[in-house]
């Protein structure tokens, strides 16, 4: 039997806990493993830690997620917020005023990212689901808990690798999922995050995503 529960999808039957992380393609992921995302606002997203309290048997099974460079995940993220100016779930818009506070639609993405970075870094948002370290998805105590960390940027070969290990049939990923109910894609649109930094977005990034760039082996390039 497959729970989904705030987006992680555990398989009591093909014993795997999947760890959804937002900005990661989990939407194509889900919707490969057999679930949608759970419709209730807040529970979308929950740390391995979150999951194995809810569910201690997890801890024998296997456990696999996705991380995505922090520089790309915060530009993709940004183009979210920027569509709806705030975030979305159910037909309910939540603003985070204070990060969308100096957007200016007449300015241009680079502008607007610039003051986007800069208010996250002195924002209590940064402990959002969205911002929150992709490290801190994956560990309890400082300990990594997860089997198996694939990456976005080498998501059908790790998918395949993962399909392999959870006995899943052979499928290709559903990529640009209509977004309900206003019929957004949530592969995002936007440059190649490389051109929307300049030095200080990425001294941002750097400091507050350290762990995840040392841990998972990313860097700006």
Known sequence: M?????????????????????????????????????????KHHCTVEEALNWHPEAINFYKFTLVRNPFG?????????????????????????DLLSEFDISSSDQENFKNFCRNLSTSSWRKDLFFKSQFDYVNVGGENKMDYIGKFENLDKDWDYIRSKINMPETSLQKNVPREPRGFFRGSEHPPYQEMYSSKEIKVVEELYSKDLEYFNYSFL
């Open 2 to 42: 497959a729970l989904n529960s705030q987006a992680m999808i555990i398989d009591t039957n093909k014993k795997f806990l999947h760890i959804a992380i937002p900005r990661t393609a989990t939407t194509c992921l889900n919707i490969a493993l057999g679930n949608l995302h759970h419709p209730e606002p807040k």
């Open 73 to 97: 995940r915060l530009v993709s993220t940004y183009f979210e917020f920027r569509k709806n100016r705030g975030r979305k779930y159910s037909g309910e818009i939540t603003y985070p005023k």
